[in-house]
């Protein structure tokens, strides 16, 4: 009898193990809920956020010095932190049947990744500084994955033995820039643009 108990006391350690294996950790503490219990909403980590930052940046400085003109050029920060964006509207993620999918049972879910796919853009307006600024952003639902991984978006009860979709809208931190150029070898500092450079930041989930 106590052989059995122990065994019995295992299996359920083992369970659970297998449970926070296929749900990565960092994505529990990232994910939560809203007001509405039908909407999740998963917050990138500081390291993640900031990596696609750079690229925006990156592609920022990539547009305005793509001509063989000599000048340098400067960007300069308006304001101390960027700006949080409005949510875009939901958009179905990538790789979905296209009549759902139909989960038999419950703890079920879909996993998603984020991708640069986009099924088209819009625009949002944004005040920095004072000043309003309209910037043209990536619709980016991301995409579901067949297997584990990425991050995880339980169905609920009512949801079991119906053919769903995960949907997906996002939000922005939006950074504005002055640009400014100058010769490369002399002159002095002209006004050229300005500039929002936008980075995806949070992701909000509706199973529907």
Do not use: H
């Amino acid at each position: 009898m106590r052989d059995e108990k122990v065994m019995k006391s295992i299996k359920i350690i083992i369970a659970l193990l297998m449970i926070f294996v296929c749900i990565p950790v960092s994505n529990i503490s990232a994910l939560e809920s809203t007001d509405n219990s039908n909407i999740i909403i998963y917050t990138p980590t500081e390291e993640e956020f900031r990596a696609a930052e750079e690229i925006e940046i990156a592609k920022m400085k990539a547009y305005f010095e793509r001509t063989k003109e000599s000048y340098a050029y400067d960007y300069r920060k308006v304001g101390d932190d960027p700006q949080t964006s409005s949510f875009s509207p939901y958009k179905n993620a990538y790789d979905q049947p296209a009549g759902g999918t139909i989960f038999n049972s419950e703890n079920s879910g879909f996993y998603w990744s984020d991708s640069s796919r986009s099924p088209g853009t819009w625009s949002l307006g944004i005040s920095i500084a004072g000043k309003y600024l309209s910037v043209d952003v990536a619709y980016s639902p991301g995409v579901v994955s067949g297997s584990s991984g990425g991050v995880f978006v339980g169905i609920s009860s009512t949801q079991v033995g119906k053919a769903i979709k995960l949907k997906v809208a996002r939000n922005y931190k939006v950074q504005k820039y002055d640009v400014y150029r100058k010769p490369q070898y002399g002159g002095s500092w002209t006004y050229l643009s300005s500039y929002g450079a936008p980075t995806k930041y949070q992701s909000r989930f509706i199973i529907e």
